[in-house]
């Protein structure tokens, strides 16, 4: 199994409203991120899980809020967003010896309305 | 501040010919890179990686050069194929790890039959 997988696929939120963003992989990966990708953009980096552990986290909005309840889950909790944060969301995986480069799920198109 | 940089938005190429993306970087503490090839509505997906020891990773038709002292790597694509036709970003990281990746713009690649 070499797949991470996102859901929901798409989400459309009110900017009141409270939200998870799920990812899961089944690779033995011990580190697991969250990205955030805006049209015709890189994606940028949000958040790093290192053994279950946050190791990065690059100056994110407390608005969103991640979690990783084990080392195949990790989870980014959505509350009062911004129009603005509407983005598609990446979460990607990656070996513990860091080679391979890392493993992206197909992402969550997030619209805040 | 864009430490990686590819300056080419888009690129079209005849089936069974040669592509070369380029891609520049200004941040020397970088030491390791990554291309990855992005499908719409699919996240990234990993093609191969160099690291700063090396100036040459070979894989299949696919083949990186690295040009430490001008900060520039490329990817060459030989032949190809029109399912090589999608968005290419290469990305960067330090300490020999992939943690913490900076993406580049992305190139449009289309391959015509």
């Known amino acids: 199994d070499t797949e991470v997988t996102q859901t929901p696929k798409h989400l459309v939120m009110g900017m009141t409203n409270k939200k998870s963003l799920k990812c899961e992989q089944h690779m033995g990966h011990r580190a697991m991120y969250w990205y955030k990708q805006k049209a015709k953009k890189p994606p940028e980096l949000m958040f790093v899980?290192?053994?279950?552990?946050?190791?990065i986290n690059e100056s994110v909005p407390s608005r969103f809020s991640p979690e990783c309840p084990n080392s195949s889950l990790l989870n980014l909790h959505l509350h009062a967003l911004q129009p603005e944060d509407s983005a598609l969301y990446l979460c990607a995986s990656s070996q513990e010896d860091r080679a391979g480069g890392q493993y992206f799920g197909p992402g969550t198109r997030l619209t805040v309305t | 501040d864009q430490q990686v940089k590819q300056n080419s938005p888009s690129l079209s190429v005849q089936e069974g010919r040669i592509s070369i993306l380029n891609c520049d970087y200004t941040n020397s503490m970088f030491d390791y890179f990554l291309w990855y090839k992005k499908y719409p509505a699919e996240g990234p997906t990993f093609l191969i990686s160099i690291s700063s020891i090396k100036d040459k990773n070979e894989d299949g038709r696919f083949t990186v050069f690295l040009n430490k002292s001008a900060k520039h790597l490329s990817l060459h694509i030989v032949p190809s194929q029109p399912g090589d036709s999608a968005v290419y970003f290469c990305a960067a990281s330090a300490n020999f790890g992939n943690e913490k990746l900076t993406f580049g713009t992305g190139t449009r690649l289309t391959i015509i039959p």
């Open positions: 899980y290192s053994y279950e552990k946050l190791s």
